[in-house]
């Protein structure tokens, strides 16, 4: 799976495609469960397959990631780090 480049420095590609968030929108990267489901589907209108994690964003949408949690959180934390500087 290749990440898309732009803004890679600021947004989170979740795997699916044009489904981008801002790190700063961020609150919580979290393993996907199905208890998650019906969030996930109020969120993003529907479950797509695949989903390995989920993004959980300060406004409360719940979004479906196909990335794994560590890779998602590793480039988030990388993100938190440097805004911290």
């Not at 964003?57 to 500087?85: H, M, V």
Request: charged fraction near 20%; proline fraction near 4%; charge should be negative.
């Amino acid at each position: 799976m290749d990440i898309p480049s732009s803004n890679l420095d600021e947004t989170l590609w979740l795997g699916y495609s044009g489904l981008v968030v801002e790190c700063a929108a961020v609150s919580a990267v979290v393993h996907y469960q199905s208890v998650w489901d019906r969030r996930i589907i109020q969120s993003y209108g529907r479950l797509p397959a695949g989903v390995r994690c989920v993004v959980l964003l300060e406004d409360g949408r719940a979004l479906p990631a196909q990335r794994s949690t560590d890779d998602l959180r590793r480039q988030w934390n990388t993100w938190l780090g440097a805004s911290a500087s």
